[in-house]
């Protein structure tokens, strides 16, 4: 998935730990399969290959995938949207080699094919159509957690009671430490990536982080995230990192990027009316905001 994934397992022996995780690897490397823009062979594929031609019938896991998603979307007025495939990769490369941005009219004409609403699913036949040639749709924003929630449920089904999957860190973890503690993770410093400002005691629950500091330009010095707001088709600035607490790592990693499209007021009111899901956002001003359930202690 272009991603790292570490996975952490309490077990009484080697043997034994090695056993489940080659499984939850299998079931990572299943769903990439599924879900890679990177194969001609892979579901997502076979949807954009069809895209303004005729409907695909996916598997019920990624027709689901997909469902929830567009959920999602609703949910985010947008600001979420797995038709992010249809951008035109030449305009970003994020990298040193990017000394100006496009302008705002290419911008807008380089998400032309974004729009969420132009999936069209029927739930009878449980097809899905792109309604226009061009369209692609990807799983980048979900399929890192939603890998990691499916890895996550082979393990505890192969009887792991205490573990975490950690993927490029957006991470789940149940149970405890073997010392009964609950684990202990740490939220990245957007200034210095290897370090972190902050730490989380957490059990049974999943974090997820969107930041500016993994892929970034540096344009009459000021720095834009490779997170592209849908709408505009520019980068987003404002904010360096957001990082969502939920019970599930699907929407965890669906739930971070968003709220940087958002911003810090509206991103943070839309945290605040959902149940069982915090927010940490730090803005380019490093100041710290968080959502009304999280305790903040020095």
């Not at 490397?29 to 895209?51: G, V, Y």
């Amino acid at each position: 998935m272009g991603n790292r994934f570490e996975l952490t397992v309490a077990s009484g022996s080697q043997q034994e730990a090695d056993s489940v995780i080659d499984a939850a690897i299998a079931e990572i490397q299943r769903i990439e399969k599924l879900l890679t823009t990177f194969s001609d062979t892979s579901e997502t594929h076979q949807i954009n290959a069809m895209a303004g031609l005729a409907p695909v019938i996916p598997s019920p896991e990624v027709y689901d995938l997909i469902y929830r998603s567009i959920r999602i979307s609703d949910l985010t007025q947008g600001a979420f949207d797995i038709t992010y495939g249809s951008v035109d990769k030449s305009l970003w490369n994020f990298d040193t080699a990017m000394t100006t941005l496009p302008s705002k009219e290419v911008a807008q004409a380089s998400v032309r094919l974004v729009n969420y609403k132009n999936v069209l699913l029927e739930p009878e036949k449980r097809s899905v159509l792109l309604m226009h040639k061009g369209m692609r749709i990807g799983f980048g924003g979900i399929g890192k957690g939603y890998a990691a929630e499916r890895a996550k449920q082979i393990l505890q089904q192969l009887g792991v009671q205490s573990g975490i999957v950690n993927a490029a860190g957006d991470l789940t973890a149940w149970g405890h430490q073997p010392n009964g503690q609950p684990w202990t993770i740490g939220i990245a410093d957007p200034n210095a990536k290897h370090q972190p400002f902050s730490q989380l005691n957490i059990s049974d629950m999943a974090v997820a982080t969107s930041g500016n500091y993994e892929k970034f330009a540096v344009i009459d010095g000021k720095k834009y995230s490779h997170t592209i707001n849908p709408k505009t088709g520019l980068p987003v600035t404002g904010i360096k990192s957001v990082t969502i607490l939920c019970p599930n790592a699907e929407l965890a990693d669906a739930m971070a990027t968003p709220v940087m499209v958002m911003g810090v007021k509206v991103g943070l009111e839309l945290i605040n009316q959902m149940r069982d899901i915090a927010c940490l956002v730090v803005d380019d001003d490093n100041r710290v905001h968080c959502s009304k359930n999280i305790r903040v202690t020095a």
